[in-house]
């Protein structure tokens, strides 16, 4: 990927919010720069760049003709907030809810390029359950999803 055809981190963060915003039962879904000081309604996510790691451009690459080949990996993290803590039976049910939509919204992923990123040749993600404290000091049932994006 080449630095004119580089996709900008908030390109990678907005469109993985468009897509599991999408899910049934998200009614906020805020990517970086739409982030609130509190959650407004739940079930919500977030979107955010959470780590890169980009390999030298070499020329002992496995490609023909010689071509140097940069590998890159792009973290975003999404920050899944089902309902607010209260009662445990009904926080497990949305948690788990909530998270199958998401999780059924990225195994929906069909198209090519994945999330309709150009240059982005694949994906994969990691979901984890857990209770967030939000900075209101309110506890939210939810989770973390990091999707990372792959490019080559």
């Known amino acids: 990927m080449t630095l004119q055809s580089r996709v900008s981190i908030m390109t990678m963060c907005d469109a993985v919010c468009a897509a599991l915003g999408q899910a049934p039962s998200i009614v906020t879904a805020q990517s970086y720069d739409e982030v609130s000081e509190g959650i407004p309604d739940t079930p919500a996510l ?16 496995r490609r023909t003709f010689g071509a140097e080949v940069r590998q ?3 973290e975003i993290l999404v920050t899944v907030y089902a309902k607010r803590r209260a009662d445990l039976r009904e926080d497990l049910r949305w948690q788990h809810l909530v998270l ?7 195994e929906a992923q069909d198209t090519c390029p994945p999330f309709g990123i150009v240059g982005c040749k694949s994906f994969r993600w990691a979901t984890t359950r857990g ?10 049932v939810g989770g973390e999803i990091v999707v990372t ?4």
């Not at 977030?46 to 690459?61: G, P």
């Not at 199958?100 to 990225?106: G, I, K, S, T």
């Not at 994006?149 to 080559?152: E, R």
């Open 100 to 106: 199958d939509e998401l999780e059924a919204q990225l």
């Open 72 to 74: 890159s990996a792009y």
């Open 149 to 152: 994006l792959g490019f080559h």
């Open 131 to 140: 209770v967030i404290q939000y900075e209101d000091g309110n506890d939210y």
């Open 46 to 61: 977030q979107v955010t760049f959470a780590s890169s790691i980009v390999d030298a451009a070499t020329d002992n690459d």
